[in-house]
């Protein structure tokens, strides 16, 4: 069974995971297996509002099972830094449904 295609390129960088129940974790990618089960660390969960502006919770080192994965994308952190997410509204994420 080969690994994830392209993990290995973003080892030590930031990414964001989009996880099959609609959370959006940020942090930085320290490892993954074959079953693309991942560890963050330094990572935070962006919880979205159309009421208020994007609340970062603190999650520290996090691993996230492989099968509980929808989407891993590299962050731009320059780009990402000059968001104002305190004024960013969005609705949240639903579910993926299989």
Do not use: C, W
């Not at 990572?43 to 208020?52: A, G, I, L, N, Q």
């Not at 590299?74 to 993926?96: F, I, T």
């Amino acid at each position: 069974m080969s690994t994830g295609p392209g993990l290995e390129s973003l080892v030590d960088q930031t990414i964001s995971v989009i996880t099959n129940d609609g959370r959006n974790i940020v942090g930085i990618l320290k490892g993954f297996d074959q079953a693309t089960n991942i560890i963050l660390d330094e990572s935070h969960e962006r919880v979205y509002s159309t009421k208020e502006g994007v609340q970062q919770l603190v999650l520290g080192l996090y691993i996230i099972r492989g099968d509980n994965i929808s989407v891993v994308g590299e962050l731009d952190e320059e780009l990402d830094s000059a968001l104002d997410l305190s004024n960013l509204r969005a609705h949240p994420l639903k579910p993926v449904i299989h």
